[in-house]
Nanobody
């Protein structure tokens, strides 16, 4: 059974930072492109960040460039998202996903976590 389990959500004030972590049971972990997506209330799920098999290529949505950083640890089967300078518009449920090869397209991701809520107050 494939499991992706996110942790690290919460309620923060604007300009604060949060760090998400996702533990994945997909095997072999290093063969999957990993991504983070988010879905705000009443909106469609959108791409946030993605990272290649080796971690050498990272992609970001324009709205988070310069503020968010994705990383992965293939030895520990984890992927993390460091979020800095959070804004109220970042409020959403954040999902970890595994799949590819086109990480920006949610339909390309084969496995999903259940999501973790981030609420950013102004």
């Amino acid at each position: 059974q494939v499991l992706l389990v996110e942790s690290g959500g919460g309620l923060v004030q604007a300009v604060a930072s949060l760090r998400f972590s996702c533990a994945a049971s997909v095997r072999p972990f290093s063969s999957y492109i990993m991504g983070w997506f988010r879905q705000a209330l009443g909106k469609v799920r959108e791409f946030v960040a993605g990272i290649s098999w080796t971690g050498g290529t990272r992609l970001y949505a324009d709205s988070v460039k310069g503020r968010f950083t994705i990383s992965r640890g293939n030895g520990k089967n984890t992927v993390a998202l460091q979020m800095n300078s959070l804004q109220p518009e970042d409020t959403a449920v954040y999902y970890c996903a595994a799949g590819g090869p086109i990480v920006e397209n949610p339909r390309e991701m084969a496995y999903w976590g259940k999501g973790t809520l981030v609420t950013v107050s102004s």
